[in-house]
């Protein structure tokens, strides 16, 4: 064999072995990261202590927090329970249940909006909203980014990799997650654990260990890098939703 011949087959011999060492593991979906140490809990499971929201509203019930709207008890729109700490890069942690007549939300980098003293609703948050939602058939599913209170809507949805820049959103490259996986993925009835991760103007929502949502906010004038955390009731049809778990860390 020429002396070419032979060190190009060793080369190719070495490369085969070694590469497969390096190559990136062929992932189905990204999962949540692992909960790391120092996480602060926000909900003690026994009071709302440094929580502010309707008192008509809002409970802990069997220890985890319960809000309720019925004929008797309206929302007089859209209501929040506000955590009292503002936080801008995080890593929230939750679990939620809700029924399925109306939908919630838990707000994130949320402002409170000023009332009228004389307003029986107080508690108004505008911001970034992660849906709440017990169904499972995309597109009207938990996990969606709104802009509550804002104008650009449904800023992102379920399975999106989105970007908005100053001339709107283009969505990137492939789903993150089907209709079908989706639907098997969301515990309709029962508790679904919830994942937030907002780092500059990176936002990333995992749902039940899976990411569902991954957007990148460019739009400067109408994004949201501080703020409040909000658990929402609905206005409209009697409700309920309940949180538990609540958990958060700086990052």
């Known amino acids: 064999m020429p002396r070419v011949q032979f060190l190009y087959s060793f080369a190719f011999a070495i490369v085969a ?15 949540a990261p692992a909960e790391q140490d120092g996480m602060t809990v926000l909900f003690d499971g026994e009071t709302l202590e440094g929580w502010d929201g ?8 069997d220890g985890v927090v319960h809000g309720e709207t019925t004929d008797e008890k309206v929302a007089k729109g859209n209501t929040f329970l506000i955590h009292q700490n503002e936080l801008a890069d995080f890593e929230l942690r939750l679990s939620f249940r809700c029924n399925a007549t109306n939908n919630s939300g838990i707000q994130y980098r949320s402002q409170r909006v000023d009332t009228k003293p004389s307003s029986p609703n107080q508690w108004v948050l505008r911001g970034y909203q992660h849906e709440i939602r017990n169904e499972e058939n995309m597109p009207n599913v938990p996990s969606f980014i709104y802009d509550e209170r804002g104008s650009r809507g449904r800023i992102c949805l379920a399975g999106e990799k989105a970007v908005w820049n100053e001339d709107g959103k283009e969505v990137v490259g492939e789903p993150l ?5 989706f639907k098997e993925l969301m515990k309709v009835d029962d508790w679904n654990d919830v994942v ?8 990333q929502h995992f749902l039940n260990g899976r990411l569902v949502l991954d957007f990148t906010d460019n739009l400067k004038e109408k994004s949201f890098s501080k703020g409040f955390i909000g658990l929402q009731l609905h206005a409209g049809k009697p409700m309920w939703t309940e949180f538990k778990n609540i958990r958060v860390r700086s990052l």
């Open 177 to 181: 997650i089907t209709k079908e996986e």
């Open 17 to 31: 072995i070694v590469a497969p060492q390096f190559a990136p593991a062929d992932e189905p979906f990204t999962a």
């Open 54 to 61: 309707d008192p008509q509203l809002w409970e802990v019930r």
């Open 196 to 203: 937030i991760i907002a780092k500059g103007n990176h936002l």
